[in-house]
């Protein structure tokens, strides 16, 4: 089943398109904006300047599509997880617009951790290096472990056990 798409998040990534490009953010649909790639071939352009050798501003559908397929180039190389970045018919043929808006959150993520790009952020601010975050996977296996631990101390005494003062609470 396919992510709902979030409007807000959809005109924050927008706003942030276009600011960072210092540009006006026109009007139309979000994925109209954004299908011919041109505009964001023009961002990895301003984040990474030359990253996109070609852009082709007009032309046939593959040709358009070629765009988006720079643009992904550019960004991986930029630092975008694989995993992270949106497939070309996401896009180009709205077949999965919420991972597009995910894959350019992911973009605005890993600009911070580009000293040389000053311009607008997009999304929560990174954590600096010392804050550990935890998957899921990780956390849920932390909570088993603790049940254990709970179960095979079921019958000796607690007295003078200081609880789980020693673990981080996050």
């Known amino acids: 089943m396919p ?23 026109p009007s139309g649909q979000y994925e109209d904006i954004l299908k011919d790639g041109i505009w964001l071939c023009k961002l ?22 070629e765009n988006i397929q720079r643009f992904q180039a550019a960004v991986k190389k930029y630092g975008v997880p694989e995993e992270e970045i949106f497939q070309t018919a996401d896009l180009f043929e709205r077949r999965n617009i919420p991972q597009v808006t ?6 605005g993520r890993i600009t911070q951790k580009h000293p040389e790009f000053t311009g ?6 990174m954590a600096d290096k010392n804050e550990r975050t935890f998957t899921e ?34």
Do not use: C, D
């Open 120 to 125: 607008p952020t997009l999304g929560p601010k």
């Open 3 to 25: 992510i709902p798409r979030n409007k807000e998040q959809e005109q924050e990534v927008l706003n942030w398109i276009f600011a960072v490009l210092g540009e006006k953010v």
């Open 102 to 107: 995910l894959s350019l959150y992911a973009l």
């Open 44 to 65: 990895a352009n301003k984040l990474a300047p030359g990253s996109v050798k070609k852009i082709q501003e007009r032309g046939t559908n593959f040709q358009l599509m």
């Open 137 to 170: 996977e990780q956390l849920r296996a932390h909570e088993g472990e603790l049940n254990l631990q709970m179960g095979f101390n079921k019958g000796a005494s607690q007295a003078g056990h200081g609880g789980f003062s020693n673990t981080r609470h996050m």
